[in-house]
């Protein structure tokens, strides 16, 4: 069963950045279409981003274009990234990372239903604020 860990959320102030790693084991990520979402407080969880098993289309949530990044590392291919760049308050959530061998990445950046050979990370805690 693939599981996946999050790390690198914290605290920085407006204008700062960030960068999301998401780790999978057992298996590498070269197969998987990959994904990170939000959830904030008193919200629904939204997507973000996500990277087509291809590893190379990609596609972003509206309020995000232009400052983040999703990638995958194609040496190892066992880790997804989301570079976050000048952060607004309103990029406070928690952040989570998700993967399954059966989901499109469309441009909706729709929270997926996964399946069986799929995961969602812990999630790891983003924090916005001057």
């Known amino acids: 069963q693939l599981t996946l860990v999050e790390s690198g959320g914290g605290s920085v102030q407006p204008g700062g950045s960030l960068r999301l790693s998401c780790i999978a084991s057992?298996?590498?990520?070269?197969?998987?279409?990959i994904g990170w979402f939000r959830q904030a407080p008193g919200k629904e969880r939204e997507g973000v981003s996500c990277?087509?098993?291809?590893?190379?289309?990609?596609?972003y949530a509206e309020s995000v274009k232009g400052r983040f990044t999703i990638s995958r590392d194609n040496a190892d291919k066992n880790t997804a990234y989301l570079q976050m760049n000048n952060l607004k308050p309103e990029d406070t959530a928690i952040y989570y990372c998700?993967?399954?061998?059966?989901?499109?990445?469309?441009?909706?950046?729709?929270?997926?239903?996964?399946?069986?050979?799929?995961?969602w990370g812990q999630g790891t805690q983003v924090t916005v604020s001057s």
């Open positions: 998700a993967a399954d061998l059966l989901w499109s990445c469309d441009a909706t950046v729709a929270v997926p239903d996964l399946g069986h050979a799929g995961a």
């Open positions: 057992p298996f590498t990520l070269d197969h998987y279409t």
């Open positions: 990277l087509s098993d291809n590893g190379v289309d990609t596609n």
